[in-house]
């Protein structure tokens, strides 16, 4: 599955409720006793099985997806399921449950942009509500809101050269390109970016500082994260 490099307000609308229902991190169904969650997280081959890290490092195991689902190792997801069981643990990983996959999605992920004189001036300034923003495995995950009309809007993650100031710490900007839309609605979502670039070798740990341009802010909207590989 592959989406393009922007995010319509089309697919914006879809993804609406979805991190509402995520952070809260269950759906009670009519009989409480068999509950159903729904929890962002990596998906990966284990073997004949599959094996779903959320993000609150709770290891879930499924004998199978619900749909064919062609994909390489460290899948960013979205996952609705029941628990069958507590899994029991083997020499390889420590897993917490066996689990029924009722529905599956590919979160939208891209890569960091670096800015240069070609792109600078290209990529927008337009502001978003930051509600979240959190690192899973070689993930960062921004949870935001935005006003839109009927254009298309663009996100990315950016590393500015010009921004780097402390040789320790890399600064990553959240860019909104609203393309002179019109507010006429809230819409809400969340973007997840690939962290991998940001390696260096012989380190296991980078200090991030993660800005963007809030509503109703006079400054930027900023938080100070560790990407750990």
């Known amino acids: 599955m592959k989406y ?31 509950m159903t969650f729904l929890d962002l997280g990596i998906l ?20 199978k997806l619900p749909e064919e689902v062609d994909f390489g190792d460290n899948l960013r997801v979205s996952v609705k399921y029941k628990v069958l069981s507590t899994a029991q643990p ?30 600078r001036d290209t990529l927008g300034d337009a ?13 960062l995950t ?15 993650l950016t590393y500015d ?17 609203a393309n002179g839309d019109t507010e006429l609605k809230k819409y809400s979502g969340f973007m997840s970016f690939r962290l991998n670039s940001l390696r260096k070798e012989g380190e296991s740990a980078v200090d991030i500082v993660f800005k963007g341009k809030q509503y109703y802010e006079d400054k930027d909207y900023s938080s100070d994260l560790v990407y750990r590989y």
Not at 6 to 29: A, E
Not at 161 to 177: A, S
């Open 44 to 63: 990966n081959h284990y073997g004949n099985d599959y094996m779903i890290i959320t993000d609150a490092s709770v290891v879930l195991l499924t004998e």
């Open 4 to 34: 393009k490099s922007f995010i319509s307000v089309k697919v914006l609308m879809v993804m609406v409720m979805l991190p509402l229902i995520t952070l809260s991190g269950c759906l009670k169904d009519s009989d409480d006793s068999n």
């Open 142 to 156: 921004v949870y935001f809101s935005f006003y839109a009309g009927d254009k298309d809007h663009f996100f990315n």
């Open 161 to 177: 050269p010009d921004e780097q100031d402390d040789p320790g710490v890399v600064v990553l900007r959240f860019r909104h390109k």
């Open 90 to 119: 083997d020499d390889s990983i420590k897993a917490d449950y066996w689990v029924y996959v009722e529905a599956l999605n590919e979160v939208i992920t891209k890569e960091i942009i670096t800015i240069n004189e070609a792109n």
């Open 127 to 139: 502001p978003v509500e930051f509600s979240n923003v959190w690192i899973t495995q070689d993930f």
